[in-house]
T-cell receptor
């Protein structure tokens, strides 16, 4: 079945550091790829998606580019802030059918940003 | 208002007892989902309603039940809780817009003793 692998379980950075969270996927079809963010005490929130090869998704200074060749969708941000501390989930899903909420999530990456 | 509300936020249950979790949304979304999240694991889809049609994942088919009495409400029911049911249960909803954008509630944390 489909799967998503996030390499980092936890990432600790200082403010203004560059962030990369690695996400690789395995899917039989041509899935859409997503990033969700979960702040403490809240549910996960949609960050952005990309639906085709080489498409870049972005929001709030975060970005990721769909790479079908390497089956990756790595999350990057040039300069993190303490307020970015959260859990980040990579996910995939099929947007072509009726069941577009059937997302397969990665385990999540805990980001801690120190002032 | 893009809010999904879940009740209770915390639930303590005894082994063998039933558990009922409630979710509501006022966005008139067609689809509502229940995900289970355990520590160090990915959120796992348990089931979802598209309008009034219930779809349950194959490996959770007999463990969870659900009802959706109207568009706004959806429940998750466990008939006899076991220790393995201890988890965070996340409810989400989405429009029929093929965007894959889900709106999640804050979750209901179930502890089974």
């Amino acid at each position: 079945g489909d799967s998503v692998t996030q390499t980092e379980g936890q990432v600790a950075l200082s403010e203004e550091d560059f962030l990369t969270i690695h996400c690789n996927y395995s899917a039989s079809g041509y899935p859409a790829l997503f990033w969700y963010v979960q702040y403490p005490g809240e549910g996960p929130q949609f960050l952005f998606r990309a639906s085709r090869d080489k498409e870049k998704g972005s929001s709030r200074g975060f970005e990721a580019t769909y790479d079908k060749g390497t089956t990756s969708f790595h999350l990057r941000k040039a300069s993190v802030q303490e307020s970015d501390s959260a859990v980040y989930y990579c996910a995939l899903g099929d947007l072509t059918g009726a069941n577009t909420g059937k997302l397969t999530f990665g385990h999540g990456t805990i980001l801690r940003v120190h002032p | 208002d893009t809010t999904v509300k879940q009740n209770p936020r915390y639930k303590l249950a005894r082994v063998g007892k039933p558990v009922n979790l409630i979710c509501s949304q006022t966005m008139n979304h067609d689809t509502m989902y229940w995900y289970q999240k355990k520590p160090n694991q990915a959120p796992k889809l348990l089931l979802f309603y598209y309008d009034k049609i219930l779809n349950r994942e194959a490996d959770t088919f007999e463990k969870f039940q659900s009802s959706r009495p109207n568009n706004s409400f959806c429940s998750l029911y466990i008939g006899s809780a076991g220790l393995e049911y201890s988890a965070m249960y996340l409810c989400a909803s989405s429009r029929e817009s093929n965007t894959g954008q889900l709106y999640f509630g804050e979750g209901s944390k179930l502890t089974v003793l």
